[in-house]
């Protein structure tokens, strides 16, 4: 257990979707980042965005128990291009705290329909199920960073 970890949240757990096989796992706050799917065995966490469809994008948003951060995007968008970098580093940082996603709008049309989706990148961050911040456009690092800290 962290030194900063009190034995009440150690023993917290939280649901968490596998973004493997979209199972539901229930796994102890203090060991999110180890954590493996109890179904398929893989990490449930890997400190990488990951590329999900409708369905899935759905499940994750529902219900997660950590934030959800999804990228909405399209690879011919230079400025998507240009945050994909962005992107990775701050999955690397942040998570297991958040969970990052990327949604290819050229696939999953209907998904960014039912966001309102009028240009990308659009971010937006997902709480217990709901959408509680959202921004547009490619910026640095360190104010992606600061955009998401300060929503999640």
């Not at 796992?25 to 999900?52: E, I, K, M, Q, S």
Request: charge should be negative; charged fraction near 20%; include cysteine.
């Amino acid at each position: 257990m962290d030194l900063g970890t009190t034995q009440a949240e150690a023993g917290t757990q939280l649901n968490i979707v596998c973004p493997h096989c979209d199972t539901v796992n229930r796994v102890y706050a203090d060991r999110l980042a180890d954590a493996l799917c109890g179904d398929c065995a893989a990490p449930v966490f890997t400190g990488h965005p990951v590329a999900l469809t409708d369905g899935a994008v759905a499940r994750q948003i529902a219900r997660s128990d950590v934030p959800v951060v999804v990228d909405f995007w399209a690879p011919w968008c230079n400025p998507c291009r240009q945050m994909t970098p962005v992107f990775e580093q701050v999955a690397a940082e942040l998570e297991p705290a958040v969970r990052l996603i990327k949604v290819n709008t050229d696939v999953d049309r209907d998904l960014a329909v039912r966001h309102r989706i009028r240009g990308i990148p659009t971010f937006a961050i997902f709480k217990h199920g709901s959408e509680v911040a959202r921004i547009s456009g490619a910026m640095d690092a360190a104010r992606f960073m600061a955009w998401v800290q300060a929503n999640t």
